[in-house]
């Protein structure tokens, strides 16, 4: 089993700037890929970001490029999601998952076998 757990959510203003933390602890051996999620009250969840943990291949879909990057630290066995510009539209439960599948896509949040809790979002204008 692997656990996930996710801090540095908050509040923010327009324009600010986030980081958020993912630690995995437990049999993280295969785990490939893990990504970041969000989800605003009555919305569907959506993918913000993944990497891929042996080789660091990042996808950011262009709905947050420019804005979002993710990163890990695999002696720490945590992974980063760095928000910057923040904007309203980003206030949403932001989600850790973590995946052992080959490929992992965004499109989906089906395709993960373990999630965290969430770390709440809210930025203001």
């Known amino acids: 089993q692997v656990q996930l757990v996710e801090s540095g959510g908050g509040s923010a203003q327009a324009g600010g700037s986030l980081r958020l933390s993912c630690a995995a602890s437990?049999?993280?051996?295969?785990?490939?890929?893990m990504a970041w999620f969000r989800q605003a009250p009555g919305e569907e969840r959506e993918g913000v970001a993944l990497i891929y943990r042996r080789s660091g291949g990042t996808y950011v879909p262009d709905s947050v490029n420019g804005r979002f990057a993710i990163s890990q630290d695999n002696r720490k066995n945590t992974v980063y999601l760095q928000m910057n510009r923040l904007k309203p539209e980003d206030t949403a439960m932001y989600y850790c998952a973590a995946s052992r599948a080959r490929t992992c896509y965004l499109h989906s949040h089906t395709g993960y076998d373990y999630w965290g809790q969430g770390t709440p979002v809210t930025v203001s204008s």
């Open positions: 437990g049999d993280t051996s295969d785990v490939l890929c």
